[in-house]
């Protein structure tokens, strides 16, 4: 069964622009979240989405938003981006939501602010 | 702040001796997960215990939760070069949301 799968796996974007990443989750899997990992803050939940809606959100400004498809797949959009979003973005797809379900990572997206 | 944290922050070793990690946590816990982290890459889940658990095993990997203690270790026996990574717990007090501790970065020297 394959992993979880994330595009792109690097990118590099100035101040301002906005910038989209795309994750697809293991097969059957219906739970999709995102996290973000920094030197300075470690890993921080972003957000959740099981079934197309949101079910959990972290403490992140409005630019950081998601959405997720009827297929699962996933993505993340962040508007007018700021140097301290320079991070890995990991995706985390499990089979169902809420407490006991084990999370798979993805390989990441490591994001570049200049 | 990260809801667990992981002692040491840092870890050398030789080839073949074991590696204990500790992750202390705040709140009541579901269930805690480790994940391994190689240099920058996507986490790779380790192995999960329930909160009604106290240890459990897989393959070299052997794993503590003292709910009382609000503590979970990871003992990695006979140690190997590939071993060499990041370790984090996580803890998912709040259903899908992991929180997790800043790691526990391991050396194995050959």
């Known amino acids: 069964k394959a992993g979880v799968t994330q595009t792109p796996r690097y990118l590099i974007k100035t101040r301002g622009q906005q910038v989209t990443l795309s994750c697809s989750p293991i097969s059957g899997h219906r739970s999709v979240s995102w996290y973000q990992q920094t030197p300075g803050q470690g890993l921080q939940f972003l957000f959740e989405y099981f079934s197309e809606t949101q079910r959990n959100k972290g403490n992140f400004p409005g630019r950081f938003s998601g959405r997720q498809f009827s297929n699962s797949r996933s993505e993340m959009n962040v508007s007018t981006l700021e140097l301290g979003d320079s991070a890995l973005y990991l995706c985390?797809?499990?089979f169902g939501t809420g407490i006991g379900n084990e999370q798979f990572f993805g390989p990441g997206t490591r994001l570049t602010v200049l | 702040s990260q809801q667990g944290e992981e002692d040491p922050q840092a870890l050398s070793i030789q080839e073949g001796e074991n590696a204990t990690m500790n992750c202390s946590y705040k709140t009541s816990i579901n269930n805690l997960q480790w994940y391994r982290q190689n240099s920058g890459r996507g986490l790779v889940h380790l192995i999960l215990?329930?909160?009604?658990?106290r240890e459990k095993h897989s393959g070299r990997l052997r794993v503590t939760l003292d709910t009382s203690k609000k503590s979970s270790s990871l003992l990695i026996t006979a140690s190997r070069a590939a071993d060499t990574a990041s370790y984090f717990c996580?803890?998912?007090?709040?259903?899908?949301?992991?929180?997790f501790g800043e790691g526990t970065q391991l050396t194995v020297n050959p």
């Open positions: 215990i329930r909160s009604n658990e």
């Open positions: 996580a803890t998912d007090a709040s259903g899908s949301r992991l929180t």
């Open positions: 985390a797809s499990s």
